[in-house]
């Protein structure tokens, strides 16, 4: 009987565990969604509200936006070379590759600029940002500024979320020239395309509402990106070594709130629905 008893206990614990470990898992997105919400509208609320520090915002935009210009220019132009070098190759087996420079700059718009530059964001401007923010936690600098009756998430969180609104479009832009001109370099310099009709077909087939689908997709990506990152600094516990945690969690969320936005802005827009 006692034996049975110990077994009997033995499988109600196990179970409770296995319950648990489910209900975390379940349950710790939604409470992640919660506390992102929470910090977006409180850094929303504090941008309205004196005192307006300007230089925060100005320094804040030069370190997301020019300080991210080299790597998203470079990430654009192999982007938009390997898309020439592929698609002039494969289009030319079926006598279509003069639609080359249309699908490159539809595939840029609409998709790989938004996508590709908020992921070079994320993993220079964003990691940087978690770990400073972090930094900052974990050296009592973020409780500091409150016993000066400063706001820290006005002071911290909301000049970043904006330099991610007004700063990811434009780097989404230059991000889209730079891989147009790098596929335009290796499909008519190294591939003999002509340069007419691939600058005609992309004018062409490229519309307005191409490229204000990729803006759009970006600013949402760049609050996105600055609001993770500052969520996980901003909230970092254990010292130097929670710090590197909370940098690698903000890298790696970013990553997947980009795809996981990308498909639903791309849902709404096409009229398809989520699922």
């Known amino acids: 009987m006692a034996e ?9 614990t196990w179970l409770t565990s296995v319950l648990t470990e489910a209900a975390r898992l379940v349950l710790t997105p939604f409470a992640e969604i919660g506390t992102l919400y929470k910090m977006l509208v409180s850094a929303v609320f504090a941008i309205f509200r004196p005192p307006f520090r300007v230089g925060n915002y100005v320094a804040a935009i030069e370190f997301v936006g020019i300080g991210s210009i080299f790597i998203v220019s470079l990430t654009g132009f192999f ?9 002039v190759e494969n289009f030319r087996k079926v ?20 996508v590709f530059t908020a992921l070079m964001v994320s993993s220079r401007a964003g990691s940087a940002m978690a770990a400073q923010l972090g930094s ?4 009592s600098q973020i409780d500091a500024l409150k016993t000066m009756a400063v706001h820290p998430i006005q002071y911290l969180v909301s000049p970043r979320l904006v330099a991610g609104l007004v700063t990811v479009p434009i780097l989404t832009a230059i ?8 596929a335009w370099l290796v499909s008519v ?3 003999a395309l002509d340069s007419g009709i691939f600058l005609d077909n992309l004018k062409q087939q490229l519309q307005p509402e191409d490229i204000t689908h990729g803006l759009v997709k970006a600013s949402v990506f760049g609050v996105a990106v600055c609001l993770i990152a500052c969520r996980q600094g901003y909230h970092t516990s254990g010292g130097a070594e929670g710090v590197g945690r909370a940098t690698n969690r903000a890298v790696v969320h970013s990553a997947i709130a980009i795809l996981a936005l990308d498909y639903v802005l791309t849902a709404l827009s096409l009229g398809q629905g989520l699922f």
Do not use: D, W
């Open 4 to 12: 049975a008893e110990r077994t009997s206990t033995q499988i109600r």
């Open 79 to 87: 982007t938009g070379a390997v898309l020439g070098l592929q698609l």
């Open 95 to 114: 006598g279509l590759e003069n639609q080359t420079s249309a699908v490159v700059g539809f595939g840029l718009a609409r998709e790989l600029g938004p």
């Open 136 to 139: 900052m936690r974990v050296s």
């Open 175 to 182: 991000f889209n020239v730079v891989a147009v001109f790098g």
């Open 189 to 191: 310099k190294m591939l």
